[in-house]
C-alpha cells in the first residue's frame, strides 16, 4: 500500500503561482510513476503530469506545457508541481497517484493508489 497526501492548494489570482506537494508513505516511493491528475467541477477526471521513477523523464498535457513543472524528490518521497501564470481554467481539485509501470500515463484507471486531493481555485 501506498499513502498519498496533497497539500499546497489555495486561491491565486490570475497570473499567479502555486507549488503543490504530494507526501507519500508506505511502500517504496522511489518505485512508482507519479503523477497528477484534475477535477473541475461537473467535468470528468484530466491527466495533468507524470514522472518517472527516477525524475528523469516527465510528461504533460499540453494544456499546462509551459507552465506547470513536475518533479520528485525521491530521499523526500514527495513529488511536486509547480504551477506558474495560473488561468481560471485551472480550477480544481487536483490529486497525486501513483502506478507501478509507465506506459498509458492519461488513464487514470491505470493507477492504483491516489490521494484525497487539494483544491486550487483562481480568481479573474
Known amino acids: 500500500q501506498v499513502q498519498l497526501v496533497e497539500s499546497g492548494g489555495g486561491l491565486v489570482q490570475a497570473g499567479g503561482s502555486l507549488r503543490l506537494s504530494c507526501a507519500a508513505s508506505?511502500?517504496?516511493?522511489?518505485?512508482?510513476?507519479m503523477a497528477w491528475f484534475r477535477q473541475a467541477p461537473g467535468k470528468d477526471r484530466e491527466f495533468v503530469a507524470a514522472?518517472?521513477?527516477?525524475?528523469?523523464?516527465?510528461y504533460y498535457t499540453d494544456s499546462v506545457k509551459g507552465r506547470f513543472a513536475v518533479s520528485r524528490d525521491n530521499a523526500k518521497n514527495t513529488m511536486y508541481l509547480q504551477m506558474n501564470s495560473l488561468k481560471p481554467e485551472d480550477t480544481a481539485v487536483y490529486y497525486c497517484?501513483?502506478?507501478?509501470?509507465?506506459?498509458?500515463?492519461?488513464?487514470?484507471?491505470?493507477?492504483?493508489?491516489w490521494g484525497q486531493g487539494t483544491q486550487v481555485t483562481v480568481s479573474v
Open positions: 497517484a501513483a502506478k507501478g509501470t509507465w506506459g498509458s500515463l492519461a488513464r487514470s484507471q491505470q493507477y492504483n493508489y
Open positions: 508506505g511502500r517504496t516511493f522511489s518505485g512508482y510513476t
Open positions: 514522472i518517472s521513477l527516477t525524475g528523469d523523464m516527465q
